[in-house]
């Protein structure tokens, strides 16, 4: 299958302007249910958010009356934390899962918009159909890819001490040595992209598949990225301008907002706090006082420079939106390419996914030796099971029509009369019969 980034990207941006419901308005709804709304819960269930106010006033309340705190206080906050802590990771468990899930639904919504189907704002949801699948493949996934990057590791932190020791030690060029050192950190960087390029087509086989199972998607994904790998990372890398326009937007609001903060609202508070440390002779009334001021610096600092952010975030919205969804439909064309589940029209034009047959297979279709499901053209292993095509698929040779001989008339060769010589009869002569003695008759006289 013939591959052009170039043109893959045209596409993508293409469906992006002409789906409806617009594609910015999808993301935007998936932003906010996937991505704000656990932010949300988990700030709400979050122990150091219910339980730091109250440690600050109980400790400003002691150090005005000169107490300290008791076993009795800390022990009520130690389980108040613990309790909390479990809580929350219970919860972060939940929000984890519930994100995968949303993940994997709009994957499938930017596969629809690809194959140029009908799509809307329940296309995020579809992930919830296949949830068990979707989880147990997702976490399957992420545990192959932790114990290869583990292995890795291993191995750069053995070529990292040999490389030391040798250019240190042996030959005492410390430049080498951290030149070596660069290079294994990024030997490690790269071996990370193409282990996680390995792993990247999972939620798609999930999506596109019903009958594939978690571990049928995750070798499907495999197979399907051999040979793919350099185009999966250039086209990732294709989009690095536009991140790094976004990421130096957000820098700039977020250095000139907490600026202002500082300078407005926490100047004041810091100079009073500096100065009461300064004033109190007795070490534990400064940190006293240090400790009730900061519930007050934080209170006053943290939700300005919080608004902070968010006013960086909205301001980068639009690129977010667009870029998201730009991203997304792509590596949902690239998966449809490398699968053969889409073309390219020749000339370099647009991509074009083929209409969804909805006749049955016929009976002479390529099949699946392990499990029966019908080939698609060229694949190199099944999208039901998974498993390798060890052959390629068989040709269906059509009957050629049975060729008519004419006989052929027969050719009536004209008979060549040879002149005889003339022969001339001998005269005819008397031949008198031989009589032997045993024909011979007897004579009577005798």
């Known amino acids: 299958m013939k591959y052009d980034r170039k043109a893959l990207k045209l596409e993508a941006k293409s469906l992006i302007r002409e789906t409806r419901p617009r594609a910015w308005l999808v993301t935007l709804v998936f932003l906010l249910l996937a991505v704000l709304l656990p932010n949300l ?13 109250s440690v600050l006033d109980d400790l400003a309340n002691m150090s005005k009356h000169g107490q300290t705190p008791d076993d009795l206080w800390l022990f009520t906050v130690t389980g108040q934390a613990v309790s909390g802590g ?22 499938a919504w930017a596969v629809r ?5 009908r799509t809307g704002m329940g296309d995020l949801f579809s992930g919830f159909s296949v949830a068990g699948k979707a989880i147990g493949a997702q976490i399957l996934s992420n545990i192959f890819l932790f114990l290869w990057m583990m292995l890795f590791y291993v191995v750069a932190i053995l070529l990292t001490v040999a490389g030391l020791w040798l250019f240190e030690s042996v030959m005492q060029v410390e430049a080498l040595a951290v030149l070596w050192y660069c290079l294994v950190v990024v030997g490690y960087i790269i071996v990370g992209l193409f282990l996680a390029c390995r792993y990247s087509l999972v939620p798609y086989y999930v999506m596109t598949d019903p009958g594939l199972g978690v571990m049928g998607s995750i070798r499907a994904s495999v197979a399907s990225m051999k040979g793919n790998y350099i185009k999966k990372i250039v086209l990732r890398l294709s989009f690095l301008g536009w991140y790094l326009l976004e990421c130096l937007i957000v820098f700039a609001v977020v250095l000139l907002g907490w600026s202002l903060v500082l300078l407005v609202g926490g100047t004041d508070w810091l100079e009073a706090l500096v100065r009461a440390a300064q004033t109190t002779a007795n070490q534990a009334d400064a940190a006293a006082l240090m400790s009730g001021g900061l519930y007050q610096v934080l209170t006053h600092l943290l939700l300005p420079m919080g608004a902070v952010v ?15 969804s730009y991203v997304k439909v792509s590596d949902a064309g690239f998966f449809l390419t490398v699968t053969g589940q889409a073309v390219l029209v020749e000339d370099g034009e647009a991509w074009t996914p083929p209409a969804p047959a909805n006749d049955a297979p016929a009976d002479d279709a390529p099949r699946c030796a392990k499990c029966g499901a019908v080939l698609a053209p060229g694949s190199a292993f099944c999208t039901q099971c998974g498993a390798p095509t060890a052959e390629p698929a068989p040709v269906v040779e059509t009957p050629a029509e049975p060729v008519v001989e004419t006989p052929e008339e027969p050719v009536v060769e004209a008979p060549t009369e040879t002149p005889e010589e003339p022969v001339e009869d001998a005269p005819a002569t008397d031949v008198s019969p031989v009589v ?4 011979k008759p007897e004579d009577p006289a005798e």
Do not use: H
């Open 41 to 53: 819960v988990s700030n709400l269930v979050n122990p150091v958010r219910q339980i730091l106010p």
């Open 113 to 117: 918009v690809f194959r140029r189907q």
């Open 436 to 439: 032997t003695p045993e024909d």
């Open 86 to 107: 479990v809580l929350m990771l219970f919860v972060s468990i939940l929000l984890a899962l519930y994100t995968i899930v949303m993940d994997f639904g709009y994957v």
């Open 310 to 324: 968010a006013a960086a975030w909205l301001v980068t919205l639009p690129i977010d939106l667009w870029l998201r």
